[in-house]
């Protein structure tokens, strides 16, 4: 079982910043990946960036060049900086963590982008 608990979020202008942060309550070193979907209303989830524990990080690309994944092992904890919002990227961001076939999700945060 991996608890995952997530931060940041918010309310920001068109062109601001964020930063969310999800703690994960095992070792990330035993988790095969965490990241970040986005679910905006009536739209389907979107898998937004993917921290694997072996190869390369993705980004979906409407976000490429924006966003950046990062990982704190000493806290357990993957981050997802997001610069030069668009109103586009509102939504509800879950962070997502798949470990031995399960995924387990974070209770998800709201990230607004005013225009």
């Known amino acids: 079982q991996v608890q995952l608990v997530e931060s940041g979020g918010g309310l920001v202008q068109l062109g601001g910043s964020l930063r969310l942060s999800c703690a994960a309550s095992t070792n990330i070193f035993s988790i095969n990946a965490m990241g970040w979907y986005r679910q905006a209303p009536g739209k389907q989830r979107e898998l937004v960036a993917t921290f694997p524990r072996i190869g390369s990080r993705y980004y979906v690309d409407s976000v490429t060049g924006r966003f950046t994944i990062s990982r704190d092992i000493s806290k357990n904890t993957v981050h997802l900086q997001m610069n030069s919002l668009k109103p586009e990227d509102t939504a509800v961001y879950l962070c997502?963590?798949?470990?031995?076939?399960?995924?387990?999700w974070g209770q998800g945060t709201q990230v607004t982008v005013s225009s």
């Open positions: 997502y963590a798949r470990s031995t076939g399960t995924t387990y």
